[in-house]
């Protein structure tokens, strides 16, 4: 299987131009979620989903929507792009919390710039 | 509101040398805590968790230690290889609320030839 696959890999945007990051995992895993990753700051988590259908806000969520349609997707909108949003994001997955490993498997990342 | 915090930002080390990372955090009620590689332009690889109620994980070369009433887990690296230079990322995920994982910095780990 591919694990999670992000696209696109990267991106330059201008300011106030909406987009959305494509996030896609086949292992089945309920949990997923999103983060950025920024020089000095380490990741932080922007939204996840524990479920198809239920989302909810992480620690840096504004600027950013989420849905679940489906276990298998889980899409990052930009609303208005900001030069604050030039990150690199990460998407992860997870068996769950109710897995005694709940091992997190990252994608590859997309690297977003934004003039 | 958990911390994690990796010290050094940086470490250099001869190949074949054992080695250990250090990670530590602020609040002690953690459901797990991971250990990751992320190699430069690229994704996040699990290298390994240790469980709340764990003291040590092994893989291969890998041993990962937690210690919750000190706030502290290591990460020792055996016999180190140029392949294994890296950063190498801490991250606790907390035993309340949404499952969130609090991530350190990370060591950038160069391993001389």
């Known amino acids: 299987n591919a694990g999670v696959t992000q696209t696109p890999k990267f991106q330059v945007l201008k300011t106030g131009q909406s987009m959305t990051l494509q996030c896609a995992q086949d292992?089945?895993?309920?949990?997923m979620s999103w983060y950025r990753q920024d020089p000095g700051m380490g990741l932080r988590l922007i939204h996840y989903?524990?479920?198809?259908?239920?989302?909810d806000q992480g620690e840096v969520p504004n600027g950013y929507n989420v849905s679940r349609s489906t276990t298998e997707d889980f899409p990052l909108r930009l609303l208005s792009a900001a030069p604050s949003q030039t990150s690199v994001y990460f998407c992860?997955?997870?068996?769950?919390?109710?897995?005694?490993?709940?091992?997190?498997?990252f994608g590859p990342g997309t690297r977003l710039t934004v003039l | 509101k958990q911390e994690v915090t990796q010290i050094p930002a940086a470490l250099s080390v001869p190949e074949g040398e054992n080695l250990v990372l250090n990670c530590s955090f602020t609040?002690?009620?953690?459901?797990?805590l991971q250990w990751f590689r992320q190699d430069p332009g690229k994704g996040l690889t699990s290298l390994l968790l240790?469980?709340?109620?764990?003291r040590e994980q092994t893989s291969g070369r890998l041993n990962a230690s937690l210690d919750k009433s000190s706030g502290r887990s290591t990460l020792y690296i055996a016999a180190s290889q140029p392949g294994d230079s890296a950063t190498y990322l801490c991250?606790?995920?907390?035993?309340?609320?949404?499952?969130?994982?609090?991530f350190g910095t990370g060591t950038r780990l160069t391993i001389i030839p």
């Open positions: 240790i469980q709340s109620s764990q």
């Open positions: 989903s524990v479920g198809a259908g239920i989302t």
């Open positions: 991250a606790a995920k907390s035993n309340f609320g949404n499952e969130k994982l609090t």
């Open positions: 292992m089945n895993h309920e949990y």
């Open positions: 609040d002690s009620a953690i459901y797990n």
């Open positions: 992860a997955s997870s068996s769950g919390p109710n897995f005694s490993t709940d091992t997190q498997y």
